[in-house]
Structure formats: structure tokens, C-alpha cells
């Protein structure tokens, strides 16, 4: 019996690992949490972040399990999987609504990619999650 309990337990803290080691990989490593506070009379949270992304690096395709809205501090070129272009101006914004898609591009050009992103999000939930299969 205690066998048993203690493969469950190992097996569950494993894919845990898996699971937050996936999540952390599609966040930028370059992401820098400015700010995170409850949001007021509800289950959720808001997290104001820089990221800056270089030339070359891609950012997954990813969900959020709430609403993340951006604004382009300095603007770049992503090229999509298919090739696409895609000119990200500064001064430009946008909001990606709860458990959409979006994301999986590169960063191509000269320039890095920087943006303020603001989260509003289940509290306790992963900031970035894979896209549902």
C-alpha cells in the first residue's frame, strides 16, 4: 500500500513539474513583473509586465486564463509560422481575450520587441498556458 501511495505521489509531483516547466517556456524569460495585486471583490488578479523579446527569439502560442491587453513601447517586425509579416507599431495596442490562442511568431529585423502588458487573471492560475489541443 505504501508503495502504491508513494508512486501516485511521485507520478502527480512529476507532471506538476512538466506542467509548470511547459508553462514557464511560453512566457518570455525577458518578462518583468512590475506590479501584482488582487482585483477588488473578485477570484482574480492583476499583473502589470515589461517583456522585450530580440531578434530571432519566438514567442509560443499560448492562452491566458483571463483578458491580457498590450501596448508596443518599441515597435518590431514577427513573422508568422506561414511567413507572414506583421509590423507591430509603437504606439499600437491590442486586447487578447480570456483562453484565445494567440501568439507564435518571431522576431525578426533589427529591432527587439517591447510591451507593457497588463493581466487580469484567476488568481493562482498560470500566467501562460498551452492552447487546448
Same mark, same amino acid.
Given at each position: ?18 506542467? &509548470? ?13 512590475? =506590479?501584482?495585486?488582487?482585483? $477588488? +471583490? /473578485? ?26 491587453? &498590450? ?13 507572414? =509579416?506583421?509590423?507591430?507599431? $509603437? +504606439? /499600437? ?41
Amino acid at each position: 500500500m505504501i508503495k502504491i501511495r508513494t508512486w501516485i505521489v511521485t507520478a502527480a509531483v512529476a507532471v506538476a513539474c512538466v506542467s &509548470f516547466a511547459y508553462a514557464q517556456d511560453l512566457g518570455s524569460k525577458n518578462r518583468k513583473e512590475l =506590479k501584482r495585486a488582487d482585483l $477588488t +471583490g /473578485t477570484k482574480m488578479e492583476v499583473i502589470l509586465s515589461v517583456t522585450e523579446y530580440q531578434p530571432g527569439e519566438s514567442i509560443a502560442r499560448h492562452i491566458h486564463h483571463g483578458e491580457e491587453a &498590450f501596448y508596443v513601447l518599441e515597435g518590431a517586425t514577427v513573422e508568422t509560422p506561414t511567413g507572414k =509579416k506583421i509590423e507591430l507599431a $509603437t +504606439g /499600437t495596442g491590442s486586447i487578447n481575450m480570456r483562453d484565445v490562442p494567440h501568439a507564435g511568431f518571431k522576431v525578426i529585423g533589427d529591432k527587439p520587441l517591447k510591451l507593457l502588458t497588463v493581466h487580469i487573471v484567476d488568481k493562482g492560475s498560470t500566467l501562460y498556458d498551452a492552447p487546448p489541443k
